[in-house]
């Protein structure tokens, strides 16, 4: 089993920046690929980015590509999502992921074998 524990989420004036740290415990992510995902009432998840094992390959939802970027401290069994520029329409409840192995299917959640809370951020006008 992996737990996993979102944080870093508040609220920030658009364009400001916050740093999402998703922390694992149970055992080592270092063979899951992670992901971050998000979700605003009445909608559904939506995919952000994702990072597999080796931290050698990211990928990004449109609409945040070029804003935010994910990364991964394996020794410390963390994942960590940098986002910039926000704009209020990044207000959602953030959740991170976790997958054993790899997948094509990288923006379905039903890939995801572990997810945490989520924490929130809002974003001003």
């Known amino acids: 089993q992996v737990q996993l524990v979102e944080s870093g989420g508040g609220l920030v004036q658009a364009g400001g920046s916050l740093r999402l740290s998703c922390s694992a415990s149970?055992?080592?992510?270092?063979?899951?690929?992670m992901g971050w995902f998000r979700q605003t009432p009445g909608k559904e998840r939506e995919f952000v980015a994702h990072?597999?094992?080796?931290?050698?390959?990211?990928y990004y939802g449109d609409s945040v590509k070029g804003r935010f970027t994910i990364s991964r401290d394996n020794a410390k069994n963390t994942v960590y999502l940098q986002m910039n520029s926000l704009k209020p329409e990044d207000t959602a409840v953030y959740s991170c992921?976790?997958?054993?192995?790899?997948?094509?299917?990288?923006?379905?959640?039903?890939?995801?074998?572990?997810w945490g809370q989520g924490t929130q951020v809002t974003v001003s006008s």
């Open positions: 992921a976790a997958l054993r192995g790899f997948t094509a299917r990288l923006v379905d959640i039903t890939e995801y074998d572990y």
């Open positions: 149970g055992r080592s992510i270092s063979s899951y690929a």
């Open positions: 990072i597999t094992w080796s931290g050698g390959s990211t």
